[in-house]
């Protein structure tokens, strides 16, 4: 165990930090820089035309599948990820963590859009795509595609389950901690609910995310906001502070000014990369199910679910806790301690109620996340067996919510990130590989009469 931790917490710093920065940064200059020339187009685009009739064949709305990725990558890391990387790295490592979120756009763009490109129909009719199917459809080498297909899904199904251990027991922990509420009944609970929703397939999913997220992030965003005009003199100090520390830390992490610098970059890369699951490749395993009439106009909307995830509720969150001061508390460096700090920060601010709401987010964020990797790895199974192996996986999981809740199997915990490491490799891979694609996908689109020329004369 010692040497999985140590090889995990190796792979987890600068390895994966840095394959991820520069494929992030080679597809943004690829692009040419088409997150920052296009704003205004995205969004009305994406989020402007929500409620419209979406163009194309697909089985859900684009919104559906943004909601639907958005319960993916919306959970703890949010609400508990931040701070540990404020109390690891400084205030400075907020301002990292943007600087990849805005870089990772082209890459979840990309990865987006060859989900799109290269999806099939199962045998229900169903759109399914991701990159199982790129990797197997579109690498010119039949061999390394497919090796590559098995080699990812594979260790995604591998991956998902100690991964729904682990967010099932933080639930469980939760509502014990708030409530005193038995954890076996918290796990059978969210099992239930889980598979009504998961069973019903990608429709009902859909149908049940766009409420629910909408719902739990508007909420969580709006309190949090209320303690941000609580403290609103203290607001340009706040960002006067991320930014000065971001370039000059004076956190107290050990080492040299390069060290800690180092350390601050690291942190606000890791938090940035951990939320919002740019280059994992499970984001176009939902967006590949939306109906649209070319990958691109799709791919927007995963440039959108950065601006939501980590942009605007991870700013939240990291805005929350420096204003409120709890991250200078004398315990504040304690691991259980910093973990609860925004916690702290809500209670600070609305008393004992506080940090019930964000209990309450924290479970709604965490049962939702839990809901859409259940489908992912179904997904996994039914491109390596059939579609009957998305069924037993689907009830395999549900099973794996309520061991975790009481905290079983936890010596599985420990391969959680060594397995997600092993999921993100072969997708930067084929990525790379697949870059021309992108490149081209992108310029057809935004050269075309039919779509984007047409989109901006209306």
Known sequence: MEIITAVSSFLWGYPIIIMLLFTSIYLTIRLKFFQFVYP??????????????????????????????????????????????????????????????????????????????????????????????????????????????????????????????????????????????????????????????????????????????????????????????????????????????????????????????????????????????????????????????????????SVIAIIVDTLIICTVTALVVIMTGVWQHNDAHEESVRESLTARAFAESFGPIGSTVVSVALVIFVFSTITVVVFYGARQAEYLFGLWAGTVMKALYVISIVIGAIGGATILWAFLDLTLFFVIMPNIIAVIILSPKIIELKEEYFNSKKYYQKDVGN
Request: proline fraction near 5%; aromatic fraction near 12%.
């Open 40 to 301: 205004v187009y995205i969004f009305k685009q994406t989020i402007g035309r929500v409620g419209k009739k979406p163009f194309g064949k697909g089985t859900i709305t684009p919104f559906q599948t943004l909601t639907t990725a958005l319960s993916s990558t919306i959970g703890a890391a949010n609400i508990v990820g931040v701070p540990v990387a404020i109390m690891l790295g400084g205030p400075g490592a907020v301002f990292w963590m943007w600087v990849i979120a805005v870089f990772g756009m082209a890459l979840k763009f990309g990865e987006t859009a060859l989900g799109l490109h290269y999806r099939e129909k199962n045998e229900v009719g169903e759109y399914v795509g991701g990159p199982t199917y790129y990797m197997r459809n579109g690498i010119k080498w039949p061999l390394v595609g497919k090796v590559l297909a098995a080699w990812y899904a594979i260790f995604l199904l591998i991956e998902l389950v100690p991964s729904i251990m682990v967010q099932s027991n933080s639930v469980a922990s939760t509502i014990d901690d708030t409530f005193s509420f038995s954890p076996l009944i918290t796990g059978i609970i969210m099992a239930v609910a889980v598979g009504i929703v998961v069973f019903g397939g990608i429709k009902r999913i859909g149908k049940v995310t766009s409420i629910l997220v909408p719902i739990m992030a508007g909420f969580y965003i709006f309190a949090g906001l209320i303690i941000i005009f609580m403290n609103i003199s203290s607001v340009p100090a706040v960002f006067s502070l991320i930014f000065t520390e971001a370039f000059n830390p004076t956190a107290a992490l050990g080492g040299g000014a390069g060290a800690v610098l180092a350390e601050t970059i690291r942190w606000g890369f890791a938090r940035g990369v951990y939320s919002n699951e740019a280059g994992l490749g499970t984001s176009p395993i939902a967006h590949a199910a939306a109906k649209t009439d070319h990958p691109i106009r799709q791919a927007l909307w």
